[in-house]
């Protein structure tokens, strides 16, 4: 598959293309004009039972051009890349900007913000991987989970594999290009006791496909996150301190980011409306992100419009310290693009960390939580209700599991009582962050 795809030729055909556009927009009549292309290439193969379910190559690609005439928006895309394909993209985009109503937001992102630091920050690593070893790194992965005593039933092991080139360009002058891979492993179990079925899952992921882990590992965490969840019970109802596993505690950090971020400031549909320089959390905790972070998942020199990104300071001392804007938001609000057109990169925190153990025992009483279900999350006032598992603690001891209940309190509430974060960090997405101890939220079980 690697092979296949030859990442720099594509690099070279997406940026003579979003110059030809870019040329004929200028020709048409347009004032200003970005384009945005991009090719990606994957292999994806899932297994169960120690049987192939599916083997999947995918290829996707697609060109999208924006044009201003004054202040009028006119957006096209297209999936063919050919010259006569972005042609009538191009007169698609010009005719709807020809029609719209002006917006005095609209427009390129100020051309003094423009990138001009772009480093190769190693972020594509090809894998040269046939189909049949795709498959035989599931299998293995699936096999030493359902080699762990007590496991029952498999949901499958999948793998998954890809790699692409993404093109900017404005008539600024600037063009901006990046290739990048993506590769994972995963696998899902199912034990059963007298009570019933559980199941859970791991997985491993990176740019690089040196930085996975074996196989046999994933397989044999994914068995013992399930055998875990044997015999849960229901929790009391009352109102206890939550300890949030990392996976979730940076869903957490994605519900504030969405706060902090520019379109939901305008539309005032953020709990964070006008909280610039206000604390937020205590004041031990940072929050930055590294965009220019050599190797990470989320890592680029420009952002979605080619502005220049930084390392930016969402948190200061538990200070609202910076929104997170594009250049539309920002001229909504007054203010200049933070570089974050298409979300922040690489969010890390900055904060004293605690063993897992301790806060437990700084926990004494209440609920470590593992999993979430719903979507009980209001960005406006900030109110927070989540179903959820996980396990029950006294005397800063895990006593079993749980299930079937409810976690619920505000977030402004839970931010300002985090009370610790532990030195378990989840370093697989582009948020590293370890556990979070909440001082008090509501739990609706038994």
């Known amino acids: 598959m690697a092979q296949a795809f030859d990442a720099s030729a594509q690099q070279s055909l997406l940026t003579k293309r979003a110059e030809e556009a870019l040329a004929l927009a200028k020709q048409l009549g347009a004032d200003a ?16 039972l120690g049987e192939v379910e599916t083997v999947e190559l995918s290829r996707d690609q697609g060109i999208a051009v924006t044009l201003y005439v004054g202040k009028r928006k006119g957006s096209a895309s297209s999936t063919d890349a050919s010259s006569a394909s972005i042609r009538a993209t191009v007169e698609k985009a010009l005719a709807i900007a020809r029609y719209t109503g002006e917006d005095p937001a609209a427009g390129l992102a100020d051309a003094a ?13 090809p894998w040269a991987l046939s189909t049949d070893e795709a498959i035989d790194l599931a299998l293995r992965c699936e096999q030493a989970g359902r080699e762990v005593t007590g496991i029952h039933q498999s949901e499958g092991a999948s793998l998954s594999s890809g790699e692409g080139v993404r093109v900017y360009a404005n008539s600024h002058g ?3 290009t990046q290739k990048g891979s993506s590769h994972s492993l995963s696998c ?14 791991d997985y491993t ?33 009352g109102t206890f301190p939550v300890l949030f596993d990392p996976t979730l505690a940076s869903g957490l950090i994605g519900h504030l980011m969405g706060a902090l971020a520019g379109g939901a400031l305008y539309r005032e549909a953020s709990f964070l409306c006008d909280r610039l320089g206000s604390p937020l959390f205590p004041e031990w905790l940072g929050l930055e992100e590294r965009p220019m972070e050599v190797g990470a998942m989320a890592s680029s020199p420009f952002d979605a419009e080619g502005v220049q990104t930084r390392n930016n300071r969402f948190i200061d001392q538990g200070h609202v310290a910076s929104y997170m804007l594009s250049a539309y938001s920002a001229r909504r609000l007054g203010m200049q693009s933070t570089g974050n057109a298409g979300g922040a990169r690489n969010l890390r925190l900055l904060a004293p960390l605690t063993p897992r153990a301790d806060l437990l025992k700084q926990m004494g009483r209440g609920i470590w939580v593992t999993e979430l279900m719903g979507q009980g999350v209001n960005g406006v006032t900030g109110d927070y209700s989540r179903g959820a598992a996980g396990f029950w603690v006294e005397n800063g001891e895990v006593q079993y599991p749980i299930e079937e209940f409810t976690i619920a309190s505000n977030l402004n509430k839970m931010f300002a009582g985090l009370a610790g974060v532990g030195d378990d960090t989840d370093t697989r997405g582009s948020i590293h962050t370890g556990s979070w101890l909440i001082d008090a939220m509501t739990v609706a079980g038994s």
């Open 113 to 125: 913000l423009m990138a001009t630091d772009l480093p190769d920050l190693k972020v594509h690593y």
């Open 188 to 201: 899902m179990l199912i034990a059963q006791d007298e009570q019933g079925m559980q199941r859970d899952y």
């Open 174 to 176: 600037f063009l901006g």
């Open 205 to 237: 992921s990176a740019r690089n496909p040196q930085h996975l882990r074996e196989p046999e590992a994933v397989g044999r965490e994914a068995a013992a996150r399930t055998l875990r969840r044997l015999g849960a019970q229901k929790p009391p109802t």
């Open 33 to 48: 004009a970005e384009v945005g292309a991009s090719v990606d290439q994957g292999l994806g193969v899932s297994v169960r």
